[in-house]
């Protein structure tokens, strides 16, 4: 069960939980750096949700190679997740920000890249048949 959970779900839940229970913003500080070369550099909320994204969709993305039928459940699944994703960025108002925005681009790119490398594979396994 767990391996069809779209790992997108989780980061847009994520976001979700910092909206509403924490109440802090996406600017918030988390940390700041100083660098060798004397510029700081600061965490925000919003960043680290944006990098967890990130590591998230690259899981995905090689999650997407592998075949079976919990396969087609997770691409009906991402499919959902972007879509209450899009609903929520363009309905409500916490949700309205550039890193949410980042989170549904994220989803759709989920979305496409699954739907492509299954595709893919079908053709090649398809072809390899005849």
Do not use: C
């Amino acid at each position: 069960m767990l391996g069809t959970l779209p790992l997108m779900a989780i980061v847009i839940i994520i976001y979700n939980v910092v909206v509403y229970l924490t109440g802090l913003s996406m600017e918030s500080q988390i940390t700041s750096i100083t660098l060798i070369s004397g510029a700081v550099w600061t965490l925000s909320v919003g960043d680290l949700i944006v990098y967890v994204g990130l590591l998230l969709l690259f899981l995905e993305l090689v999650n997407a190679t592998k075949t079976g039928a919990s396969t087609i459940v997770n691409h009906a699944l991402s499919m959902l997740v972007l879509l209450i994703a899009l609903v929520q960025f363009i309905v409500l108002p916490q949700f309205g920000t550039s890193t949410f925005f980042a989170l549904v681009l994220f989803a759709l790119f989920d979305v496409i890249a699954g739907f492509t490398v299954t595709i893919t594979a079908a053709r090649r396994d398809f072809t390899v048949g005849e």
